[in-house]
């Protein structure tokens, strides 16, 4: 694989969903700890369960059918394990423990700065705790005295148990300190489900994320990021995969059942779908049961459920002891026009400008999106993140402002707002590189959209830091190569590429993505690697069709790429 830096310094790879890229590693800090390079000693971190390791690559898992969870009931994992940007790939666990995850168990200890990547994972036994990190992390007392930061997992994990806790990064999480930190996974299981945890208590959350769905059987409690949440907070959060729950099930957008818990500038985009009976759901909460505070939040994710099921825009149940301060909900995308607290807006009002109460963490692209979560030192990876400077990962929120949970159609002048997108990454990738204050955080308004006339324009502090090249055309008949789009990258310069598609009216439109690197097979150039303003996501582009071959299912009928624009530090 091959990176266009920019001028040497931006490494422009992106991280997602595929991992960390292994040149640009997250530094530990200074240790003595041993180093892991292969499965074998992956797993041999169960002879002893308090030293200190650390990842020294990529390791492929793949060749254990079964890998055995480090650390159980009665020998939790107690140590350090710094995995310094690597990723671990193709993790397969099948366990009847009652703990499973890479780590069953863990006390007092630290994870960090480790990805997994296409995990398959399941815990059969009843009660069983499933996560990809980690099965059960528990310290004795109310005070966290662990911690798990940088670390993210995709794939699947499932408890299959009659009542599971399950989560795509941890199924029973408490005391715990978590940041920085993400999933996208399959989350499934019968209990407590939760994209990021199954349960969560007597802790912190803070700056993460969860985008995979999740789902529970009956009478069982779900959230796009927690099942259970309980005495313990969560900020600068959100979630936007799909909640699917069965008759009598507790689900919500982001958390399925919470007491005594607060939850500060966070909000939900997933559709919430709960069954018959004594179902319950909400867009962001199915029930707050007691003691719980709401401040800076909303959801915006379709409200469904079956006969007797009580539905709520927001929340679904709220007991007296509760409270809601700033706190809304989309009425049309919801379909719900009454909640147990909180306040309904129309889908344009609550995209016309910040509702009130919402303070400096939030920032809109007024008419184009929802409120997103956009302070500047947050750091964790996000479906869309640039890779600034060797030994450490900067990302930003949104250009995912173009993700497709964040509209109800389309987005107006979508081929503007992408090449602004596009500008956008390019500004606050040399912001972050250079040290430029004016581009750090700029967002995709702020010099590059016009929203009177609906176009992009390269203009503002950008201009003099980086210079735009000629656009040139590719014929349908020329494959990206050597005299193109890889030459360029060659020489040190990002890529705009542009392309065309179809859209549902059979008109054809336009659509820019940012070309990074490229990949090669051989002597031969086996894909294109891009930055898509669209989904929000890394895509790999095929050189000789230049249609989009990963992910699957490109929602752009018919992208073809047709032209590139070079991209010049000054």
């Known amino acids: 694989m091959k990176a266009s830096p920019l001028a040497g310094a931006i490494l422009a790879a992106v991280a997602l969903p595929s991992g960390i890229a292994a040149s640009e590693t997250v530094q530990p800090q200074a240790t003595s700890c041993t180093s892991i390079k292969n499965v074998r000693q992956l797993q041999a971190i169960r002879k002893n369960l308090a030293g200190s390791y650390c990842l020294a690559n990529d390791i492929d898992a793949g060749p254990v059918e079964n890998f055995v969870p480090i650390g159980d009931t009665s020998k939790p994992f107690t140590g350090r394990f710094i995995g310094n940007g690597w990723v671990i790939r193709n993790l397969k666990i099948n366990s009847d423990a009652p703990h499973v995850g890479l780590f069953g168990t863990m006390h007092n200890a630290l994870i960090q700065d480790v990805g997994l990547v296409n995990v398959d994972i399941t815990g059969t036994a009843d009660a069983a705790n499933v996560g990809g990190i ?105 979630a936007s995969g799909p909640v699917d729950g069965g008759d009598s099930s507790t689900i919500g957008g982001l958390a399925g059942y919470t007491s005594t818990i607060e939850i500060y500038w966070s909000h939900a985009l997933g559709r919430v779908t709960t069954g018959t009976g004594a179902a319950t759901a909400g867009g962001l909460v199915g029930h707050l049961a007691q003691n719980d505070d709401l ?225 090669k097979r051989g002597k031969k150039v086996s894909a294109i690697v891009a930055n898509d303003p669209w989904t929000g996501k890394q895509v790999t582009i095929d050189p000789a069709t230049k249609r989009v071959v990963s992910p699957e299912n490109f929602p752009l009928n018919n992208f073809t790429v047709d032209g590139y624009q070079p991209v010049t530090l000054n």
């Not at 099921?309 to 009425?331: F, N, P």
């Not at 959209?449 to 324009?457: E, G, L, P």
């Open 134 to 238: 980690v099965g059960r992390a528990l310290s004795p007392g109310s005070i966290p005295a662990m911690e798990i930061r940088r670390v993210h997992v995709t794939g699947r994990i499932s408890g299959t148990g009659s009542l599971s806790r399950v989560g795509g990064l941890g199924g029973f999480l408490s005391s715990l300190k978590l940041t920085d930190s993400w999933t996208v996974s399959e989350v499934s299981g019968t209990g407590f489900v939760g994209g990021l945890a199954g349960y969560a208590g007597f802790g912190t959350f803070g700056r993460v994320y969860a985008t995979g769905p999740v789902t529970c059987g009956e009478t069982c409690f779900a959230g796009g990021l927690v099942g259970r949440g309980q005495a313990m907070t969560i900020t600068h959060s959100y």
């Open 295 to 519: 401040r800076e939040v909303y959801s915006a994710g379709r409200v469904t459920g079956g006969v007797g099921a009580v539905l709520g825009g927001l929340v679904g149940v709220k007991a007296m002891m509760s409270d809601a301060e700033h706190a809304y909900w989309d009425i049309g995308t919801s379909g719900q026009t009454a909640s147990a607290t909180g306040i309904g807006y129309t889908t344009s009002q609550l995209r016309a400008a910040l509702p009130p109460g919402f303070g400096s963490v939030w920032a809109i692209t007024a008419k184009r999106s929802y409120p997103f979560i956009n302070e500047a030192d947050i750091e964790f990876a996000a479906p869309l993140a640039t890779v600034v400077v060797r030994k450490r990962l900067f990302t930003f929120l949104p250009i995912s402002q173009q993700a497709r949970e964040h509209y109800a159609n389309s987005p107006a002048a979508a081929d503007g707002a992408s090449l602004a997108a596009v500008y956008t990454m390019i500004a606050r990738a040399i912001g972050m590189t250079r040290n430029v204050a004016a581009l750090k955080g700029v967002k995709i308004d702020k010099y590059f959209w016009n929203d009177v006339t609906r176009t992009a324009t390269w203009q503002g502090p950008v201009t003099t830091r980086a210079t735009l090249g000629t656009f040139a055309a590719i014929p349908a008949d020329v494959t990206l190569n050597d005299s193109d789009v890889i030459s360029e990258m060659n020489s040190a310069r990002l890529v705009m590429l542009r392309g065309r598609y179809t859209t549902a009216g059979g008109a054809s439109a336009r659509h820019w993505l940012l070309g990074t690197l490229y990949m």
